[in-house]
């Protein structure tokens, strides 16, 4: 009796056994897994307005840009990381547009040209899942998927896929990149529509933000590149910063009037004590309230064109402007 007893418990533990090593193993990372990770976090972003910013460094595809749009990554509930090419408006519209197809107003709650981001807020509910950060930088070689809308053809809110290696981290030499830092060179495709999507890795986690193409002065050619995610770090850190002209002045006969450019200020080397600032972008700078008005839909960073009075002539002049809590 205990033979048969110790027979059958030893048949209960090698069933066990055998029923553990058919269990399927761990699924191993597949571009498919990962598209279907990051699908949810990836949507449309479309964009409206009147008038074009000045001194837009991002001129690839005009002509595509008669329908302005493009892709966006929802990086946390209702907010929505884009590229900072889509802000190419004074005043721009958004909608965006979820995995089911939904359209949400939204408005922009930062942009920073520097960063090459911009951060919207939509309004609503909005059907996605924020996505995964990827840890670390990545290294050359990397496998990676560019997510996003190219040339603006899906119809079915999903995001289009191509897939390709990290082919460098470095530096680019570009007049139409705005970023300083080392971004990340991709083989893999971008196409107009696809700026402001994730590149993932395998995992699908995010590893950077897909930028437009631009033409490297070393080489002449046209190259891929995103910005790496570790960049939305600083764009959080400069959301409670407002933006600044760095200048005194007085308002007289419908112009501002500089008295002092404070020193090491965004307007140091650009305006001069003495100079009248007639437009801001367009606007007139009639009063103290236009110009509080205008720098409160800007953020530190930001590019403006001013109209300016010296002596008896008249000239445009490029600003950054500055920050401050």
């Known amino acids: 009796m205990r033979r048969a007893r110790a027979w059958a418990l030893s048949g209960l533990v090698v069933g066990a056994a055998l029923l553990h090593s058919q269990e399927a193993p761990p699924a191993t990372p597949s571009p498919q897994s990962a598209i279907a990770v990051a699908t949810p976090g990836v949507v449309r972003v479309e964009v409206r307005g009147t008038r074009p910013r000045p001194n837009d460094r991002w001129q690839l595809f005009r002509r595509l840009r008669e329908r302005p749009g493009a892709a966006g990554c929802v990086v946390a509930p209702g907010r929505v990381l884009t590229h900072a090419s889509l802000v190419r408006y004074v005043d721009p519209q958004f909608t965006v547009v979820d995995v089911e197809g939904t359209r949400h107003p939204a408005h922009l709650l930062h942009v920073d040209d520097g960063l090459e981001l911009a951060l919207l807020q939509v309004e609503g509910h909005l059907a996605a899942q924020?996505?995964?950060?990827?840890?670390?930088?990545?290294?050359?070689?990397?496998?990676?998927?560019?997510?996003?809308?190219?040339?603006?053809?899906?119809?079915d809110a999903q995001p289009a896929a191509s897939s390709g290696i990290v082919e460098a981290v470095l530096a680019l030499d570009a007049p139409e990149v705005a970023y300083r830092g080392p971004v990340l060179l991709t083989d893999a495709a971008i196409n107009p529509g696809s700026e402001g999507g994730p590149l993932i890795d395998l995992e699908g986690r995010v590893l950077?933000?897909?930028?437009?193409?631009?033409?490297?002065?070393?080489?002449?050619?046209?190259?891929?590149?995103?910005?790496?995610?570790?960049?939305?770090?600083?764009?959080?850190?400069?959301?409670?910063?407002?933006?600044?002209?760095?200048?005194?002045?007085?308002?007289a006969e419908g112009a501002l009037r500089i008295e002092r450019v404070l020193e090491g200020g965004p307007a140091a080397g650009v305006l001069l004590a003495g100079d009248s600032v007639l437009t801001f972008d367009g606007v007139a700078l009639e009063s103290a309230e236009v110009l509080r008005a205008e720098l409160a839909k800007r953020s530190p960073g930001a590019q403006v064109e001013l109209e300016v009075e010296r002596g008896s002539g008249r000239r445009r002049v490029t600003l950054t402007l500055g920050g401050k809590p």
């Open 208 to 251: 950077g933000i897909l930028a437009p193409l631009a033409e490297d002065r070393r080489t002449e050619a046209y190259v891929g590149y995103a910005i790496p995610i570790s960049a939305l770090a600083r764009l959080q850190a400069r959301l409670g910063q407002r933006a600044t002209l760095g200048v005194v002045g007085r308002y």
């Open 130 to 155: 924020p996505l995964r950060v990827g840890g670390g930088a990545p290294r050359q070689g990397t496998p990676v998927l560019a997510l996003g809308d190219p040339f603006l053809a899906a119809r």
